[in-house]
């Protein structure tokens, strides 16, 4: 079965820092990729996500991601974080079939102080 | 309809009484899944809906839980005889055919006191 691995389950960090959250996955195969954030007192929301193409991807509120295949990476980037930034998040590798070719990593708990 | 809708959106029960939460999918999506999330922890698959295929029960932690899906729409997932430990979010799920981009309800915050 395929894994997720999140190495940081919980960051602090001040505003305007740099933030780089690590993503790293085992199979071998194509996958979709995804960042999921959940900010406190919300629903699990996209943040992100990666098909085929550009290994480096925008999505929402100035988040990217780069899709690095030869180190199984997927790792979360945003120049200059804000306060309103503080949330968890979730990477996710889907390699198709069924249950388990979803899987979601352990999370990572962001906090930004102001 | 435009979103995963959960209900309810929270639910306090006593201990080893009967829960039911419903989940109503996106129109469309064949796949949907549910999950759990204690306090601060990550989440935790429960069940796995295909089309009209078996579906995959292997998250379930205990004979306590089960779902169904009727007519490859509306899911419910029911947990009898509830225990304090049972006390999480429970969230739905549903799939975009042909990827892993999940859509996900606002999800069940269940309370077993």
């Known amino acids: 079965a395929q894994s997720v691995s999140q190495h940081n389950h919980h960051v602090i960090l001040s505003e305007a820092a740099s933030l780089e959250l690590g993503c790293n996955y085992s199979?071998?195969?194509?996958?979709?990729l995804f960042w999921y954030v959940q900010y406190p007192g919300q629903h699990l929301q996209l943040l992100l996500k990666?098909?085929?193409?550009?290994?480096l991807v925008k999505g929402i509120k100035g988040f990217e991601a780069e899709f690095i295949k030869s180190k199984f990476s997927f790792n979360l980037r945003k120049p200059s974080v804000q306060w309103s930034d503080t949330a968890e998040y979730f990477c996710?590798?889907?390699?198709?079939?069924?249950?388990?070719?979803?899987?979601f990593g352990k999370g990572t708990h962001l906090i930004i102080q102001p | 309809g435009a979103g995963v809708s959960q209900s309810p959106s929270n639910k306090v029960t006593e201990k080893g009484k009967d829960v039911e939460l419903r989940c109503d999918p996106i129109?469309?999506?064949?796949?949907l899944y549910w999950y759990r999330q204690s306090l601060g922890q990550g989440l935790e698959f429960l069940i796995y809906?295909?089309?009209?295929?078996?579906?995959?029960k292997s998250g379930l932690p205990s004979d306590r839980f089960s779902a169904e899906r009727t007519g490859g729409s509306v899911s419910t997932l029911t947990i009898q005889r509830t225990q304090q430990e049972d006390s999480a979010v429970y969230l739905c799920?549903?799939?975009?055919?042909?990827?892993?981009?999940?859509?996900f309800g606002e999800g069940s915050r269940l309370t077993v006191l």
């Open positions: 809906f295909q089309g009209n295929s078996a579906p995959d």
């Open positions: 199979y071998g195969g194509t996958v979709n």
């Open positions: 990666y098909f085929s193409g550009d290994p």
């Open positions: 129109s469309g999506h064949t796949a």
């Open positions: 996710a590798v889907y390699s198709g079939g069924g249950a388990d070719g979803l899987t």
């Open positions: 799920a549903s799939r975009r055919t042909g990827t892993g981009e999940l859509f």
